[in-house]
């Protein structure tokens, strides 16, 4: 038995079935853009720790500052005792993403903690409780998280969920656009809202809408740009904010630090996380100042928010992202994957859709060119053919029928395209049932 079979055995031993195996792979040591297995195998990495290693695997000054940072402080609580570190981490991230006039941080564990203190936020400033958010939306597993979280396979048995919760159609064009232009498209959604409005929870009760500007676990659709404009304007008008979920699509994976930068629209707050840290568990809530400020003492908060190593960490993550020009590389991987995925496309009928922006890119699987009827089985057997082939990738999709790229940036051009070669080849094989 190998060290991997070794380890996989063990996992179903010890560890809950419950937490999913998104690819039959294993992991010792990463680097860059690339995997050693326990069995000393190598894997090209188009995973990304699920979007979380923009910068790469082990940057060397994130390395460095994280072994500093353990050597003089590991923790203390920022609520107990201030330190520098979580301050100049909130300066940097209020510079990057300026919310108005004046940004103010608070940093969290995570992106489901981010999106949980926002919804906090948004409910103290506007006095008001309901929030809406989007079918195929993904916002983490915590309670708040997972009632915003669309798909149900991720909510099976754990309600009852959280109350004043309104859910809308996400504006997905390839399915329910057919015919009609992007701005026409945008109108008509937008109409839909104000509908909403009248048939569902008045506006003057809404608190927050919450929207991802390219939803992850939904499959990398991406909203349309009149579409979030007019989101922003209706925000603007019925005094309720606009949080922008930034925790898959923000740090240079859509060739901008932010992805709402693609749209011309400021959010009132942003949830982010995963790639602010090269790995370290840590995220962040920003929004304008008065909105920040509005909540009351001690409502949030945490014991670990903030953790000196986390901020040492990103801050190292930042500076190196800036240094090798994340967002320049960010646009170059994004440029080379849509072409290739373009090209299958004209050469493979099971791909229905190929989107994304930047970096973000997927191709969605479906049956007889149909994007209602998804193929699920055709992506599992692809995954399974770049596992044994050398090339870790995931899927996305309520429906698990997108693959989606979420490579470090970092990546080289010659192996991110012979990542593109070991996809295209398992198309040929899994399409034309040779596995």
Known sequence: MSTSQEILQKRKKFVPNAIGIFNPSTAATASDSTIIDADGNELIDFAGGIGVVNAGHCPPPV??????????????????????????????????????????????????????NAVKIARQYTGRQAII???????????????????VGYKMGCGPFAPEVYRIPFPDKYRFGKGMSDNEFADSQLQNLEIFFSTNVPQQQVAAIIIEPVQGEGGFNVVPKKYLQGLRTICSKYGILLILDEVQSGFGRTGKWAAYEHFDVTPDLSTWAKSMGSGMPIGCVIGSADIMDSCQPSTIGGTYLGNPVCCAASLATIKYMEEININALGEKVGNIVRERFNQFKTRFAAIGDVRGLGAMMAFELVKENDPFKPDAETCKKLIAYCAANGLIIINAGVNGNVVRILSPLVISEDLLNKGLDIIEEGLHKVISDEL
Not at 66 to 76: P, R
Request: with cysteine; hydrophobic share 45%; glycine share 6%.
């Open 133 to 151: 958010c989007f079918d195929g939306a993904f916002h983490g597993r915590s309670m708040m998280a997972m009632t915003l979280t669309s798909k």
């Open 63 to 116: 390395v460095k500052a994280i072994a500093d940072q353990a050597a003089k402080l590991i923790h203390c609580s920022f609520n107990v005792a201030s330190y520098e570190v979580y301050v100049q981490l909130a300066e940097k991230l209020a510079k990057l993403f300026p919310h108005g006039d004046a940004t103010k941080v608070m940093l969290t564990n995570s992106g489901a903690e981010s999106v949980e």
